[in-house]
């Protein structure tokens, strides 16, 4: 079946430094990935998505890496900032391709210390 | 453009009490979504909609209802709430297209249930 986890819950950066969460998936089938950043309080935000005839892409400080080999999904973020707290989820699009279900990650909490 | 609006923002019910959460968008999307998010957990698919007038079962369906009756609402309805629904509900939309389908995400309801 589909299912989308996360390697690590929490994760502890030093401001300034680059932050890698990391997300592996189960269905070789899936061909869009997507990374949210979700702030406390908040609705998820869309970061950068990324799909299955790439390997990398970079957006505006983070780039997303995909391993099919692997089935792994990497999302980097460059030069890390307090604004940078929250908790990160992964997700895939569903093999029903007729409603672009998404199936989401349990979330990598990523903490900034000063 | 307010992007997706969740009324309400806070809720509490006993239970066996029913209620109904609205899920408004402003971007002409065609899919809707309702999704519930548990502490420590990614967000599960409750149901969601191709279209007006459609509706469909996600992952976690059981105890609540939909409806799509104007393509811009989404309505989520809990007819008999028990404690395990006790949860953060996400309403989100998206546009039909190739490869288009990132999700766009109210600001959530929580609702606790007594």
């Known amino acids: 079946g589909e299912s989308v986890g996360l390697h690590l819950p929490t994760l502890s950066v030093q401001e300034g430094d680059n932050s890698i969460i990391n997300c592996a998936y189960s269905n070789s089938a899936s061909d869009y990935f997507i990374w949210y950043k979700q702030e406390s309080g908040k609705g998820p935000q869309f970061i950068i998505d990324i799909r299955s005839n790439m390997d990398k892409r970079q957006g505006q400080r983070v780039t997303v890496l995909l391993n099919k080999t692997v089935k792994h999904l990497s999302l980097q973020i460059a030069a890390t900032q307090p604004g940078d707290s929250a908790v990160y989820f992964c997700a895939e699009k569903a093999a029903d391709q007729g409603a672009q279900k998404l199936v989401f990650g349990q979330g990598t909490r990523l903490t900034i210390n000063p | 453009n307010a992007g997706v609006t969740q009324t309400p923002k806070f809720r509490v019910l006993k239970t066996g009490q029913s209620m109904t959460l609205l899920c408004a968008q402003d971007m002409n999307h065609e899919y809707m979504y309702w999704y519930r998010q548990d502490p420590g957990m990614g967000l599960r698919l409750i149901h969601y909609?191709?279209?007006?007038?459609?509706?469909a079962k996600g992952e976690v369906p059981d105890g609540y209802n939909v409806s799509r009756l104007k393509k811009q609402n989404f309505l989520l309805g809990l007819e008999s709430a028990a404690p395990s629904q006790t949860s953060v509900y996400f309403c989100?939309?998206?546009?039909f297209g190739q490869g288009l389908i990132e999700q766009y995400f109210g600001p959530g309801t929580r609702l606790t249930v007594t």
């Open positions: 989100a939309s998206s546009r």
């Open positions: 909609s191709v279209g007006e007038g459609t509706t």
